[in-house]
């Protein structure tokens, strides 16, 4: 009767298999897209991609196509009324707009959906974190609306197909997808193992950009085989370790000196190191030529959480953790509180976001942290400056104090006023879903340098206030970025994503009462702000007390640094630069190390000295451990 001449009943199945399958095959041509295999790959890379792609399109859909084949009978035959069509239908919609997201995320940020934004989802202030304009928010609404839309059309409208066909066979028995999925399966995990017992670096790059990889390793059978591993970027046993937290290691021994200086603390959000010029910033660029000027510094991360974390309490980022299990606020607030100054804090974020209210600031009287989180981030930025000059003004003069301000204006989709135009050549619409970054990179980089602007601006007011007042005669002065920004410099836009010099460099500008204004050359980092400052404060602890950083002062100069984002770290000399997985069991490189600046290095070896260093690092990160 021909090849549709059958009749079919499961009919609505068939509805959801055809749907389901387009969907997975769009998936796994995705997959092969991210995986990014030059033309020069050999047939293990080529394989390893088309496998692995495969297996895990179809694993994404398999929710899916089971409610499908499950369906009660009478619900089978698909229609707008079914129960069943519209569960199937947010079902479809739910995994792709996971899939979607992610595709957004890797692309944009080289990560995948993960504890981090989860975190940023489930976490109070975290979605306003992000900068979203109402054009962003509106297409977040009507993506969802659309892709159900879309889903309940193809499936009541494949569902009212009653012939049987060759292809429906096909397509609609199970151990057809079983089949498939076996090979699949087989042959990444094959071909995966067979490629990381060599070491081979790309594997691991095709491997990060399929989500949720899994990878599988069978080194002991290669091994007796006769396959010879070579030498790998790894030093078994080298680990961070969950102990009981011991911070600080001793009680602080200080003695307050006769007239304690006051603290001006002044942190803007993705402030990168190479703004900080005439052009851009006036204001900041006379005020550093009379204080402090460090022009090598590197955050503590590549992310507000690490960057703020490691400058207040002198830490790696990767003692983040338990620090906010344990809820211990920094040595430095305890002593500020000794010493009876008068605290006011202000961001124009939130204070919950990242969960600073329950880390750096759980120690500081709730009435003392003030956020502003309504409008553009200028506009907050503007109110918060005069809320913290009212401060100084008003403030009991009879005791020393300490404020704080957290500047938003440099931070995405980056807005400013007017007034602050400074770059002609910037977008005008920045739509976070529908903006192509590549293509208009040019013009959001000059967005960007007109938000700097504006805090330049802003910062402006807080020198001329302190000038004024001749309080500089006896006040710190801290202005820094929480980490950098990147404009695709290395492949990708913002932060967060990659330890790129763009993302991880930014300004230090330190001025004190009897200092002298200099430039300082040698490579400085967050962790060292807590051990300088608070033998200022009268500490005489010695700073491995409390810190792991070295005084800026001094002329102790870093081995090595730690640097952290959520799931790893990066170890960084002035030779090379190596990211690491911050749980890995032993450390274990997944992507070949490079120079400083970020260039391939060729012909890297893995020595002593290498070692040596990484085995110092997880000596550091595991020192304030019991």
Same mark, same amino acid.
């Given at each position: 009767m021909g090849l549709l001449g059958y009749h079919w009943k499961y009919d609505g199945r068939f509805g959801v298999a055809v749907v389901t399958t387009c969907l997975f095959l769009g998936l796994s041509a995705a997959g092969l897209i991210y995986s990014s295999i030059s033309d020069s790959a050999t047939g293990d890379y080529r394989i390893f991609a088309i496998a692995s792609s495969t297996a895990y399109g179809l694993m994404y859909f398999l929710p899916t196509i089971m409610l499908g084949l499950l369906v009660p009978v009478k619900w089978r035959k698909l229609s707008m009324y079914s129960p069943s069509s519209w569960a199937i239908a947010a079902l479809l919609t739910l995994t792709e707009l996971l899939l979607l997201g992610d595709m957004q995320l890797y692309q944009r940020y080289g990560f995948h959906i993960n504890g981090f934004?989860?975190?940023?989802?489930?976490?109070?202030?975290?979605?306003? *974190?992000?900068?979203?304009t109402g054009g962003t928010s509106t297409a977040l609404i009507m993506l969802p609306l659309v892709a159900m839309s879309v889903n309940i059309l193809l499936l009541t409208g494949l569902g009212s197909i009653t012939h049987r066909s060759a292809l429906a066979r096909v397509i609609l028995r199970p151990r057809h997808y079983l089949l498939v999925s076996i090979l699949a399966w087989a042959g990444q995990a094959l071909t995966f193992g067979y490629?990381?017992?060599?070491?081979?670096?790309?594997?691991?790059? %095709?491997? *990060?950009?399929?989500?949720?990889?899994?990878?599988?390793?069978?080194?002991?059978?290669?091994?007796?085989?006769?396959? *010879?591993?070579?030498?790998?970027?790894?030093?078994k046993g080298a680990t961070i370790k969950q102990g009981k937290l011991a911070?600080?290691?001793?009680?602080?021994?200080?003695?307050?000196?006769?007239?304690?200086?006051?603290?001006?603390?002044?942190?803007?959000? *993705?402030?990168?190191?190479?703004?900080?010029?005439?052009?851009?910033?006036?204001?900041?660029?006379?005020?550093?030529?009379d204080a402090i000027q460090f022009s090598k510094h590197y955050s503590g991360g590549n992310g507000t959480r690490m960057g703020m974390f490691s400058m207040f309490y002198g830490l790696y980022g990767s003692y983040w953790f338990d620090m906010l299990n344990h809820r211990r606020e920094p040595v430095i607030f305890e002593l500020l509180r000794k010493a009876n100054y008068q605290m006011s804090l202000y961001t124009s974020a939130k204070f919950s976001y990242p969960e600073f209210d329950k880390t750096l600031f759980s120690g500081i009287d709730k009435n003392a942290l003030h956020e502003d989180n309504d409008g553009f981030g200028w506009e907050r930025d503007q109110r918060n400056v005069t809320q913290l000059l009212d401060f100084i003004a008003k403030r009991d003069t009879s005791r020393p104090f300490m404020t704080f301000m957290f500047f938003e204006s440099p931070h995405a989709s980056y807005y400013f006023p007017d007034d602050a135009? %400074?770059?002609?050549?910037?977008?005008?619409?920045?739509?976070?879903?529908?903006t192509d970054v590549a293509a208009n990179i040019e013009k959001i980089k000059g967005r960007y340098i007109n938000a700097v602007h504006h805090l330049d601006m802003q910062l402006q007011r807080v020198y001329e206030a302190l000038e004024s007042t001749k309080l500089l005669e006896n006040t710190i002065v801290i202005i820094t970025g929480d980490h950098g920004e990147e404009f695709m410099e290395k492949g990708y836009w913002g932060h967060n994503s990659t330890f790129?010099?763009?993302q991880i460099r930014v300004p230090l500008i330190l001025r004190y009462p009897g200092g002298t204004a200099s430039h300082v050359g040698k490579v400085t980092n967050h962790i060292d702000i807590i051990p300088t400052l608070l033998p200022m404060l009268g500490v005489t602890s010695p700073g491995s007390d409390y810190s792991l950083g070295l005084n800026l002062l001094s002329d102790a100069e870093h081995d090595f640094m730690v640097l952290a984002d959520w799931d790893s770290v990066a170890i960084v000399t002035p030779d090379f630069k190596q990211d690491i997985p911050l749980k890995a069991q032993g450390i274990v490189a997944r992507t070949p190390p490079t120079t400083l600046?970020?260039?391939?290095?060729?012909?890297?070896?893995?020595?002593?000295h290498y070692s040596g260093i990484l085995w110092s690092a997880f000596n550091n990160a595991n020192h304030f451990y019991h």
């Open positions: 934004v989860i975190n940023i989802l489930m976490t109070p202030g975290g979605l306003e *974190s992000l900068g979203m490629l990381s017992f060599y070491g081979v670096q790309p594997a691991y790059a %095709i491997a *990060s950009a399929i989500p949720g990889f899994q990878p599988v390793s069978y080194r002991s059978a290669l091994r007796r085989l006769g396959h *010879s591993q070579p030498v790998v970027n790894t030093t911070y600080p290691l001793k009680p602080l021994q200080f003695e307050l000196p006769a007239r304690p200086p006051n603290i001006v603390w002044l942190v803007a959000e *993705s402030w990168r190191a190479d703004t900080l010029n005439s052009e851009i910033m006036p204001n900041t660029s006379r005020f550093a030529a135009v %400074i770059e002609d050549n910037y977008l005008k619409e920045f739509n976070y879903l529908t790129s010099q763009e600046d970020d260039k391939p290095l060729a012909d890297f070896t893995r020595d002593s």
